[in-house]
């Protein structure tokens, strides 16, 4: 018998894996979690809605923003409040695809490490800190941004210099992600210790709910981003593939990792376009960059009560917001269960509004949880040391398992 963790580096430092061994090979494991606990749906309950949005970017904590999208996609299907404008969308979806190449250069590159390849995380660290500086420019943090808002978007930091910014970012990441492919799939030490390590089958992924990579590896085929049957960001008027690996390895999901993030690339550059000639279209028409009528142009639609960006200096304004944050926003009651393609799989929130400021129950759903319940059989049969290479593969950040 052996203990694993919760102190080993690659353990994250908060699991636990007790480990039957006969030599080198492991016969049975048992995983212990539950040390990061911190009660954050019940805290949730406690605080109104707008002050419980904090909470998500410190769940999985690598894929900020696009937590916080499924909170408020739960907020706005309350409020029965759908007539935000594309460009509001459109806002969203460039930060859940920058948060994507967040988290995945960040996965990527620590499993390259865990495997014994020191190279890439040189590479992915220098583009997470460009990333986190556009984060930093809309909301002043560079990892819990706390930027989305139900129905509502700041455009403080959202301007034309950051759309050419980002442009000139894509362009030299895009040579980034192509050294890390190109290092790691023509390495054969790293090709011998991920192809059939690990091995998710297509019948065992959806018994355990994976979802995301975990589960388009092993061949089935689910992406919330290109399903019809729902709303989410509506994703389906924008052209990207949905990649799917062929016996579910921990090579395969590498694999879908690399090719999700060139995609990503390419989602953010079929939006951009839409905002530089609202940009250019703002200056014309005015002869000065004129906020008030780009606040005009992006929230018609949406009614005056949800939209708290206003900049007006009446004094009526200035109660309303008081009182917004102060007492927090009414939801009508009901339940909903809202959910977004997060970079590590399904991310779900389950609300049950009592028709008060507070939610009365909150039930969070997240992906990594789910794929450590597997990783106790996954694991069985393979070497120790094929042990922290499956772990690195799955991707998880402890703090949405304990959460």
Known sequence: MLNFGPQ?????????????????????????????????????????????????????????????????????DLLNTRSYTSFFIQIRVIFDELTRLMNHFLGISTHSLDVGNMSPAF??????????????????????????????????GINYQFFID????????????????VILATNNIWKNRLVKIGIIDYDTAPAFGASGVVLRSSGIKKDLRVLKTTTYSYYWFLKFRSFLGRIGDCFDRFIIRIREMLESIYIIYQIIPNFTQLFTNNLSTTGSFSWRFLLETVTEGVSSKLNYTSRSNSMETLIEHFKHFSEGLKVNPGLTYQAVEAPKGEFGVKLISDGSSKPYRCKIRTPAYHHLQYMAFQIEGHFFADMITILGSQDVVFGEVDR
């Not at 980002?166 to 492919?181: A, G, H, V």
Request: charged residues 25%.
């Open 123 to 156: 590479w992915a660290f220098e583009e997470r800190e460009r990333l986190m500086e556009f984060y930093e420019r809309v909301s002043g943090a560079r990892m819990h941004a706390a930027f989305y808002r139900p129905n509502d978007v700041d455009w403080a």
């Open 8 to 76: 080993h580096p690659a353990s994250h430092g908060v699991l636990r894996l007790v480990l039957q061994l006969e030599g080198e090979l492991i016969v049975q494991s048992d995983s212990n979690i539950g040390f990061l606990h911190r009660g954050t749906e019940k805290l949730i309950e406690q605080r109104n809605y707008l002050k419980s949005l904090p909470y998500f970017d410190r769940l999985d904590y690598v894929s900020m923003m696009s937590q916080e999208h499924a909170y408020c996609l739960a907020i706005e």
């Open 166 to 181: 980002l442009l000139f970012f894509l362009r030299n990441t895009y040579k980034s992600i192509t050294e890390i492919f």
